[in-house]
């Protein structure tokens, strides 16, 4: 599974951006994708998650400011980005997780850099 993320930039705060992550490879037997971020000196977080059936979450620091989506058609996730604070720059990195029997497989993309201005 390869995953190509792109969408990220510089806005300034209350600004929005929408995210894109487009897989490519074994991606049907993906059982979650989700959007991940590492802000400087800091820990990588979830920030969201979508699983194959559907079941959507969010970290509370998002909820009501972002949106996940899938696009199964183009093989696409997004990440709609509003409402933007300065808490939320960080690099953005999508997510698949891939669930065998006794097995978890991780795949990861390259990142892409959200700044957020005041």
């Known amino acids: 599974v390869q995953l190509q993320a792109s969408g990220g930039g510089l806005v300034q705060a209350g600004g929005s951006l929408r995210l894109s992550c487009v897989a490519s490879g074994s991606i049907l037997s993906i059982k979650t994708w989700g959007w991940y971020r590492q802000a400087p000196g800091k820990q990588r977080e979830v920030v969201a998650t979508i699983t194959s059936s559907g079941t959507i979450n969010y970290a509370d620091s998002v909820k009501d400011r972002f949106t996940i989506s899938r696009d199964n058609a183009e093989n696409t996730v997004y990440l709609q980005m509003n409402s933007l604070k300065s808490a939320d720059t960080a690099v953005y990195y999508c997510?698949?997780?891939?669930?065998?029997?006794?097995?978890?497989?991780?795949?990861w993309g390259q990142g892409t850099q959200v700044t957020v201005s005041s």
């Open positions: 997510n698949a997780v891939r669930l065998r029997p006794g097995m978890r497989n991780d795949y």
